[in-house]
């Protein structure tokens, strides 16, 4: 009689490394630089998905911009509590950092309902204010990575680096080709898919990397 299924290990850093290792070995040939590729692995470890890891795209000073940040203590402005919620505090709070949520904030809410808009547009506007040169991880919301690419054309916005990663139907994946236009760092990727746990990797990979040094 079969005695079922065996795990090949039981042990958290154990089965991380064979993760990773598995993720190499699958994804083969690809056109990320070895500053990148972290990034990369992390993202396809919280999504099993080849396909979302393959459509990452990054500004050439993405990475280095956002352990810079990291290090200096600037902030992580998230787009939505699930996005703040899933990344690593210990990491960013060592360099004396810490990560924000706007979009649930009485003035974010009482303002929105005001103008007829959507929340996620006001709490950029809002971030923009109390984050200048930090990292901005938005999953969810498209209209807040649009709000928040306006207000850096008009220069109101000085993000170290965005994390520009939605998901959805609407204004899904053209935020994000807007996004790969501006000269500013970014991590981003085509598409429909992302999501908060793709937000929550890529900056769990950047403070890894700024971790280790």
């Known amino acids: 009689m079969s005695q079922g299924f065996k795990p090949v290990t039981t042990r958290p850093q154990e089965i991380e490394d064979l993760s990773f290792q598995m993720i190499t070995e699958e994804l083969g040939t690809h056109p990320f630089t070895e500053e990148q590729f972290p ?14 890891g393959r459509s990452l795209l ?24 699930m996005v703040q919620v899933g990344i690593s505090k210990p990491r960013i709070e060592q360099f004396g950092g810490g990560v924000r949520v706007y979009i649930s ?8 309902k005001r103008l007829g808009t959507t929340r996620a547009i006001v709490s950029m506007r809002k971030a923009v204010r109390e984050a200048e040169g930090g990292i901005f991880a938005i999953g ?23 994390v520009g990663v939605p998901v959805g139907f609407v204004s899904a994946a053209e935020s994000k080709e807007e996004l790969a236009k501006l000269d500013i760092p970014f991590i981003t990727n085509q598409g429909r898919k992302g999501g908060s746990p793709t ?7 950047l403070s890894l990397l700024a971790v280790k040094g």
Do not use: C, M, W, Y
């Open 105 to 112: 904030d009485s003035d974010v809410v009482e303002e929105a």
């Open 140 to 162: 969810n919301a498209p209209t807040a990575l649009l709000e928040l690419i306006r207000l850096v054309k008009e220069g109101t916005a000085r993000p170290g680096l965005i």
């Open 58 to 81: 990054f500004h050439p000073r993405a990475v280095q911009a956002g352990v810079e940040a990291i290090r200096k203590g600037r902030p992580i402005v998230a787009d939505v509590q």
């Open 39 to 52: 990034v990369v692995q992390r993202v396809i470890h919280a999504s099993a998905d080849f396909e979302l």
């Open 199 to 205: 937000a929550v990797a890529a900056v769990n990979a």
